[in-house]
């Protein structure tokens, strides 16, 4: 679905729009704008539990992972339970078979512990009629069960190709950095997300859209207090990547 793109309005990736960060980096690339603006949410379903397919999951390994976070006092008896907060699985399931996040710090003292994530935030955008539209998702299923009607543009989280089981730093720079070594690239994530969620082919790809270079950004958000997790400080690192349909009329 195209809607009319609002220059002052920046669709959010879902993750840092509904909480503050305590450190806005100055090493942000200001390429383009890299504003993160709050967007208005309509809960159309009530919540019900979040399932995650048991086979996926050892329980054995969720209870040590469980251990860890309450070693570093992180007090998860709430999560699952309070409104808006994701259970112990759900992050479980994202450090270890997604790979969409890692945890800083687990060798170290209480407090230390920091989730660190990497997002490839895309807009699409076409020129229909002399007026710029951006493709906005205005449906998107949550963790807890519920769908939320919100305009956000395509997201993926890169992947990680370290485990949070080695020791790390929570200090290492490289997580910073706008090419991190640790994650797949956010160039060739690019083509993947809009593949998977497109649907499109790889030749139309190549030849319907064409990246505003322009428009690229890069920021990271650190200490970030997460609602789904609390207690869990985050570290996030958004890409946000701009593409021009060539052609609107184009049958795909």
């Not at 980096?25 to 019900?48: C, E, F, H």
């Not at 699985?89 to 078979?97: Q, S």
């Not at 190709?161 to 790390?168: A, G, L, R």
């Not at 319907?208 to 690229?216: I, K, N, S, T």
Request: aromatic letters at 8%.
């Amino acid at each position: 679905v195209y809607i009319t793109s609002d220059a002052d309005k920046d669709y959010g990736d879902g993750s840092t729009t509904n909480v503050s960060s305590s450190k806005m980096s100055d090493r942000s690339t200001a390429r383009g704008s890299n504003r993160v603006k709050g967007m208005s949410v309509l809960q159309t379903l009530p919540p019900r539990p979040f399932a995650i397919p048991p086979a996926m999951l050892e329980k054995s390994e969720v209870e040590k992972f469980r251990q860890v976070l309450n070693r570093h006092s992180i007090d998860t008896s709430q999560w699952g339970k309070a409104e808006g907060t994701k259970t112990v699985e759900h992050l479980f399931w994202e450090v270890n078979k997604q790979r969409g996040s890692i945890l800083t710090g687990m060798s170290g003292t209480s407090g230390t512990l920091k989730r660190v994530t990497r997002l490839l935030k895309i807009r699409l955008i076409a020129d229909i009629f002399g007026v710029e539209h951006v493709l906005v998702s205005r449906m998107q299923f949550m963790h807890d069960g519920r769908h939320v009607q919100r305009r956000q543009v395509p997201l993926k989280k890169l992947k990680w190709n370290i485990s949070s089981q080695e020791d790390i730093t929570p200090h290492d720079q490289t997580f910073y950095a706008e090419d991190c070594p640790h994650t797949d690239s956010w160039h060739s994530s690019c083509v993947n997300a809009l593949q998977e969620r497109l649907g499109l082919s790889e030749r139309v790809l190549q030849t319907q859209f064409e990246q505003d270079v322009h428009m690229y950004s890069y920021h990271t958000e650190d200490n970030v207090k997460s609602s789904g997790y609390p207690g869990l400080n985050t570290l996030y690192c958004v890409h946000q990547v701009t593409f021009r349909v060539v052609d609107p009329d184009h049958p795909r």
